[in-house]
């Protein structure tokens, strides 16, 4: 975050898709399973992986 709460913008990078940014997300997501419980019944991917 920036000054006053105020995100800073980073430029878009469009690239071609890697095999490994499922295992990244099945890795983050697990995380992040662990931190919230069980409430969670559903988890998905939407966007950049960075």
Not at 5 to 15: A, C, H, R
Request: glycine share 8%.
């Amino acid at each position: 975050m920036g000054a006053f709460g105020m995100s800073i913008m980073k430029p878009i990078m469009i690239v071609e898709p890697k095999l490994e940014w499922s295992n990244e997300f099945d890795a983050i997501a697990q995380r992040i399973r662990v931190f919230v419980g069980a409430e969670v019944q559903r988890m998905d991917h939407i966007g950049s992986t960075l």
